[in-house]
């Protein structure tokens, strides 16, 4: 029986595996890294570590096939995971050479610059951000909406005003996702879009 429950600290190791199956662009990343835990030491186990209030999984009974993950406020999470996560990381990760520009040197570069919060115009309105993943098998049955409206009920309970999050330009799909769910587009990076909600 599936089920949308809280994130339990036994929850953290399939954060790693569902992040990095779901790590490039919506799709499976596993091929793309020699050390597997890179992605999650970056976009998932901080937030769940971090803020396990705003953490929340898909459990088939099995094992877990989704999350969504979010901080009510990035500037202060940038904060917070300099002080108690990012300074353990980059002692394990020393900074990789610049000829080095394999995606495992890539994600060690993002462990040492942290999470710089956005100072974009729009960045007051929506200080949230989060970040949404479900394997295959759980994608397209309603779970993604459901677990998205579980972290927004908890952001609009603590009075956030806005929550944001950026998508990998390639990942139409999840854009498809975030339009239907009322985001709308505040910024056109390179290579991601940025989108927001007012809460
Ligand atoms: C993107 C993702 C979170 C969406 O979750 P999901 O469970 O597949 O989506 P749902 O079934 O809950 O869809 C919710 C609604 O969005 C709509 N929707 C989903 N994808 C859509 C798309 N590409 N275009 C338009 N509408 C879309 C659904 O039709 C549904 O509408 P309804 O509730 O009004 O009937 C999920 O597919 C996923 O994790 N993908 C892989 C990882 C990923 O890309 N994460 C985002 C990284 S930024």
Not at 15 to 22: A, G, M, P, W
Not at 58 to 65: I, P, W
Not at 82 to 96: D, I, K, M, Q, T
Request: proline letters at 9%.
């Amino acid at each position: 029986m599936t089920e949308l429950r809280p994130y339990q600290p036994r929850d953290l190791l399939a954060l790693y595996d569902v992040c990095l199956r779901t790590g490039l662009s919506g799709e499976d990343a596993h091929h793309l890294y020699r050390n597997p835990l890179l992605l999650g030491h970056y976009y998932a186990a901080p937030y769940a570590t971090l803020h396990p209030e705003c953490a929340f999984v898909l459990d088939d009974g099995q094992r877990v096939q989704g999350y969504v993950i979010g901080v009510p406020d990035s500037r202060r999470f940038e904060a917070e995971a300099e002080a108690s996560w990012f300074s353990l990381l980059r002692g394990l990760y020393p900074l990789p050479g610049e000829a080095d520009q394999s995606p495992d040197a890539r994600m060690i570069r993002r462990l040492h610059l942290g999470y710089p919060a956005p100072d974009a115009p729009w960045a007051p309105e929506y200080p949230a951000h989060l970040h949404i993943d479900l394997l295959p098998a759980a994608q397209g049955g309603g779970w993604g909406r459901r677990l998205l409206e579980a972290l927004l009920i908890t952001l609009r309970a603590r009075e956030v005003p806005g929550v944001h999050l950026g998508v990998g330009e390639s990942n139409v799909r999840a854009q498809g996702f975030y339009e239907r769910l009322g985001f709308r587009l505040l910024e056109r990076k390179p290579l991601a879009l940025v989108y927001g909600l007012r809460l």
